[in-house]
């Protein structure tokens, strides 16, 4: 098997083992699972300066008032909903 | 894979990421969200039986995909106008009034109406358009009934997103690849711009590769966000993408750049195919695409040394007139740089063996060849029809163990201009019942004013809706829609991975509102062919779809929101490609019998038009919204509250335009209204306009349809036969001649003339 063979098959086992390791995360049930999320939490995880997913709009982390919805929903004047 | 870690269980307690702590009254579902058509796993919060919240997931493979779409959600859906109850059309057509009536008498009406069509025209007569994408949720119960009936006319906008993409790449190599982003080192962005609020996975994904080093090539008219990050820019002529990739392949060539172990083991046509790309000397690409010939090059060189590369799916080559041909080198420059079915390339996944995919449950094989042979377009344009895609049965039956794969939806699908056309009386048979599900068609193809004139030719015409769309205002019956809070879902992506993931129902539907599953279930005890949906509810459904895991849909969606399939790589080393001759066809033998040109090649534009001097770009996403919808969202109104647009400086000064003037945009197909927005980035000679603008506060039915008429793209989108891709017949969208004007003060007051919303009951 050339070099370049190799290099390829250990790719091959690298990305396998990735699905393996996110599929166990996402399970996140046995001591195992939690394990592999502990390592796919560390491993994807970017310094803060480095975070290019942060964002005001979904950092700000609001949501709604259920009965603001209910009254909107029926077409009543509401204050402006709780975004 | 990093190196492993020394492991310390309290830091598992300790670590960043944590799942967030129950609040009182309130339970969490993990959904998917449908906002766009992206799919992202996303946290629903409900109280009250109401959402009040969509964050992002707990699962940190699936961390920060969220955008504003999502967030906006819980308020968009309980906008005090949706519809939620059946409505039936009392006056003519297009005239705003309407009846409400229960679901059983709309459905026995419909029922009765459609098979009075049938019988008087036969099955074909029937089309029906599914955003299935959009909507997501139509389990292949659409497609079921229709070739259990016996009409092979459905359509949808995956005719020129994505599925027809499914569909062309099949020609080279049996399947729709999907590119591992995760192990890459080289990704091709062709014109399209994933950002934080638009295709957001997409963006944390090329972001994450950039970080970990990986090259960015961006080939893109005007210099987008990704332009600005990537490692090299070609700002190449709107629709010159086919040329811009004969040039790379001729570096590549020339330089001796490709795998040539994979071509000569694997491939069919190369000789033929260099020799058609000696026909692009750089010198020829540079004057056609207007890049600068070293660094096409350049970029050629990046992409087939890098390493393992990728070339992502984009929509931008979906709508050209050299269509096919573009996406068939995109296919080319994958297969002979040796980037497919190999980590950190372009995965071909096959069907997860675990589901039931919805292309199984589709039944294409109980259509009669006679039937399919009428599907609309395919005698012109037969590419993503039954007839282009008839070849593959036998060939994907050996790889993939089944003979139709649906992919994407896109393999299957009648020629939205050819059923248009039929439905508007210009056809080879009348079509005369048309139905719409999640879907807004009158803006969503080409040549609007075809597609009204179409509609108000038919017999019947059933909208599924959540809001009074212009095209559910020409409806017969517009029968209430949930959205993705209120339904369950199994998202298979028709087999363009194999990944699966799960969708919990978050809250009840509101009024009447009812999902597609009961949509197609209504509609089949109406046709008197109740056994066509067998299912009594949609988690019936699932529990057949996900019985070979051993588990039913409840306990499946308790388990886990993602289900991957063992994956696997260089699957052709043992079965061969899912292509008649078993190797990548860089010669197409399908084109070859289908009299096609069996190479690519590159149609240069007409002429030039003095009355339209500049190059229109059509499709723009706004990021707060997708495709025609969440135009009723004041907070995504406040973000975009009017069409824009985008002008070079230089193109603005000639016409005396300034920001935020009125001007309008007009080719020979029709006119539209819309407020200039300069940029920099822009090249002259070149606008680009946004997709889907219409304003539900405006006035409805025939001769308003609340906006469409002023601002609406797909009055300027051509599909005569220069502007259509010969192979598909899809349009092309990005780079057609028109004109702009600047608008009157008088008529600037007409466009801000609005009208009462209120639906007459």
């Known amino acids: 098997m050339s070099s370049s063979q190799q290099l390829s098959r250990k790719g091959e086992r690298s990305a396998k083992f990735t699905i393996w390791l996110a599929d166990r995360s996402s399970r996140n049930r046995s001591m195992l699972d939690k394990v592999c999320r502990w390592l796919v939490v560390r491993e994807t995880t970017p310094p803060p300066e480095e975070d290019f997913m942060r964002d005001d709009f979904v950092d700000s982390d609001l949501g709604f008032d259920p009965d603001e919805l209910d009254r909107y929903q029926r077409g009543e004047d509401i204050e402006p909903l709780n975004r | ?67 504003m779409k999502g967030i906006m959600a819980p308020k968009g859906f309980a906008n005090p106008n949706r519809i939620l109850h059946p409505l039936k059309r009392v006056g003519e057509r297009g005239s705003g009034r309407w009846q409400q009536v229960s679901w059983d008498e709309a459905m026995s009406d419909i029922g009765s109406r459609l098979k009075s069509v049938i019988a008087e025209h036969g099955p074909e007569a029937w089309a029906v358009s599914t955003s299935q994408w959009n909507t997501a949720t139509d389990h292949g119960l659409g497609r079921r009934i229709m070739n259990h009936i016996g009409s092979p006319n459905w359509l949808s906008g995956v005719a020129l997103c994505a599925g027809n993409t499914a569909a062309v790449n099949r020609l080279t190599y049996g399947w729709f690849p999907f590119g591992d982003f995760n192990n890459t080192k080289c990704i091709v962005l062709m014109g399209h711009n994933p950002r934080r609020h638009s295709w957001t996975p997409l963006y944390n994904y090329i972001r994450s590769a950039q970080a970990r080093g990986a090259k960015l090539i961006v080939t893109d008219p005007r210099q987008s966000s990704s332009a600005k990050r990537a490692d090299i820019w070609l700002p190449l002529k709107a629709g010159s993408d086919t040329a811009m990739m004969f040039g ?130 395919s005698q012109q344009h037969p590419v993503f029809t039954y007839r282009g895609q008839q070849y593959f049965n036998e060939p994907t039956k050996r790889v993939y163990g089944q003979e139709y794969a649906n992919l994407v939806m896109g393999c299957y699908m009648a020629t939205p201009s050819a059923t248009f056309r039929a439905m508007a009386g210009q056809g080879p048979y009348p079509v005369k019942a048309f139905f719409f599900l999640g879907n807004n068609p009158m803006m969503s193809y080409a040549n609007m004013p075809l597609i009204i004139d179409a509609m108000m030719n038919q017999d019947l015409i059933v909208a599924h809706e959540q809001f009074m769309t212009p095209s559910a205002q020409l409806a017969d019956y517009i029968l209430p829609a949930d959205s993705w809070l209120e339904r369950p879902w199994l998202a298979d992506f028709w087999g363009w991975m194999s990944t699966v993931r799960t969708s919990e129902k978050a809250m009840d539907p509101p009024g009447e509102a009812r999902s597609t599953f009961e949509f197609w279930k209504l509609l089949a005890n109406a046709l008197d062919r109740p056994e066509l949906v067998p299912w009594d509810s949609l988690e019936d459904l699932y529990d057949y779809r996900v019985a070979a895991t051993g588990m039913t849909w409840d306990r499946f969606v308790a388990t886990k929101d993602v289900h991957f399939a063992k994956p696997e790589f260089r699957k052709y080393e043992k079965v061969g490609f899912a292509t008649p001759s078993g190797k990548v066809e860089l010669k197409s033998s399908v084109l070859e019998d289908l009299d096609f040109d069996p190479l690519p090649y590159f149609r240069e534009d007409p002429p030039a038009d003095p009355t339209f001097p500049l190059k229109l770009f059509t499709g723009v996403r706004e990021d707060g919204f997708f495709q025609t919808g969440h135009r009723h969202i004041p907070e995504m109104r406040e973000r975009h509250p009017e069409p824009l647009m985008f002008v070079s400086p230089g193109t603005a000064k000639e016409y005396g335009i300034a920001e935020d003037e009125w001007v309008e945009v007009a080719n020979e197909l029709g006119r539209i209204s819309i407020k200039a927005a300069i940029r920099d980035t822009m090249p002259d000679g070149l606008i680009r306009i946004p997709h889907g603008w219409w304003k539900p506060e405006m006035k409805q039915g025939a001769g308003h349809l609340s906006g469409a008429l002023k601002y609406a793209d797909a009055q300027l989108c051509r599909d005569d036969d220069e502007y259509l891709d010969r192979e598909q017949g899809i349009p092309h969208l990005k780079g057609v001649p028109c004109q702009i004007y600047k608008l009157t003060p008088e008529i600037n007051e007409n466009i801000s003339d609005e009208a009462d919303l209120e639906v007459t009951v």
């Open chain 2, 248 to 377: 790379w392949l001729k570096v590549i060539f020339d330089e001796e750049l490709y795998d040539k172990d994979f071509v000569a083991n694997w491939t069919i046509g190369f000789e033929e195919l260099k020799a058609r790309v000696d026909e692009y000397p750089l010198e020829r690409v540079a004057k056609l695409t207007g890049c600068d010939p070293i660094m096409i090059a350049k970029a050629a060189r990046m992409y087939a040394t890098s390493g393992p590369a990728i070339i992502p799916w984009t929509p931008i080559t979906d709508m050209q007139r050299n269509s096919t041909s573009a996406i068939r080198l995109q296919s080319i420059l994958r297969a002979v740089c040796g980037n497919i079915d190999i980590p950190g390339g372009e995965l071909l996944q096959g069907f997860n063996p675990d589901i039931v995919n919805e292309s199984t449950i589709e039944m294409h094989e109980v259509l009669s060849d006679e039937q399919k042979s009428k599907q609309l377009g």
């Open chain 2, 1 to 67: 894979m990093p190196a492993p870690a020394p492991f310390d269980p309290q830091d598992i307690v300790d670590a960043k990421y944590k799942e967030r702590a129950v609040k009182d009254g309130v339970t969490t579902k993990r959904t998917i969200c449908q906002s766009c058509d992206i799919a992202c796993s996303v946290v629903s919060e409900v109280k009250n039986n109401r959402v009040v919240k969509v964050r992002s997931s707990d699962n940190p493979i699936f961390r920060d995909n969220i955008c």
